[in-house]
């Protein structure tokens, strides 16, 4: 029986995990560029962290300090004027490394790197989450 504000701070604490309700982006593609973005309604569970993960992938770590922590994102710059060898042996760690800050990411794994044309290189990743597994590949610039 709770008596008293000293009983209430002997009780465990117990971790629960908030929703991860987001708003529902609705992307337009054109081949793997995202040419526009609408708003339409609202996304739960898996479609949230993939969403979640678009914009991890998509946001460069320390641009916008006023909006996003220095935590989130990702470290892309430094790829550019690298080659294709430095991108491929260093692409996981950056990806895992802003990943990893969301705590629904369970596992990341490289799939495949491939250089599809002079100045792109493209990297595609297995993801497992607490809600389920998402595949994500992105193009990355290496030329200004």
């Known amino acids: ?8 701070l002997a009780l465990p604490l117990m971790p629960t995990r908030r929703p991860s309700m987001a ?15 609408r708003l339409d309604g609202y996304v739960d569970g898996l479609e949230a962290y993939r969403q979640a993960v678009f914009h991890m992938v998509h ?3 320390y641009d916008y300090p ?16 690298r080659s294709f060898a430095y991108f491929r ?7 895992k490394d802003a ?3 969301d705590d629904r ?8 790197t491939a250089n599809p044309q002079p100045g792109v290189a493209f990297a595609e990743f297995e993801i497992d989450s607490a809600y389920g ?12």
């Open 23 to 37: 708003w529902a982006y609705i992307h337009i593609v054109d081949g793997a560029e995202f040419d526009d973005s």
């Open 59 to 61: 946001t460069e770590r």
């Open 133 to 144: 597994r998402v595949r994500y590949g992105f193009n990355v610039p290496l030329m200004e």
């Open 1 to 8: 029986m709770i008596t008293g504000f000293r009983d209430v």
């Open 66 to 81: 006023g909006i996003h922590p220095g935590n989130e994102g990702i470290r892309m710059r430094q790829f550019v004027g």
């Open 105 to 112: 990411t369970r596992g990341v794994r490289l799939t495949q």
């Open 89 to 95: 042996a260093k692409i996981y760690n950056v990806v």
């Open 99 to 101: 990943l990893f800050q």
